[in-house]
């Protein structure tokens, strides 16, 4: 049984957070009447969602001593909780 795709079910999927799903149905809604510039918005949106974040910049970045640091603590908190 096919799916059938209206913006009221592309935005409850928006809504649930259901990004990729509610992109899909959008972009064929779109297809459909690329006029409708409210689905190119939702296209839009959903575009910025789903496309990975660029890295911070001027983030400082933690020396090898301070990352060995950290580590070594997990480590440490690992093995306690495996004592217990």
Same mark, same amino acid.
């Given at each position: ?5 209206? @913006?009221? $079910?592309?935005?409850?999927? $928006? @809504? ?15 297809? @459909? ?23 911070? /910049? ?12 950290? $580590?070594?603590?997990? $480590?440490?908190? /690992? ?6």
């Amino acid at each position: 049984m096919g799916q059938i795709i209206t @913006k009221t $079910l592309a935005e409850v999927y $928006l @809504k649930q957070g259901h990004f990729q799903e509610a992109y899909e149905m959008f972009r064929v809604l779109s297809e @459909k009447d690329p006029s409708d510039m409210e689905i190119q918005d939702r296209l839009k949106e959903l575009a910025e969602k789903l496309s990975p974040s660029p890295p911070a /910049i001027n983030q400082p970045v933690a020396s090898t001593d301070e990352t060995i640091h950290v $580590l070594k603590k997990w $480590l440490d908190n /690992i093995r306690e909780r495996r004592r217990e």
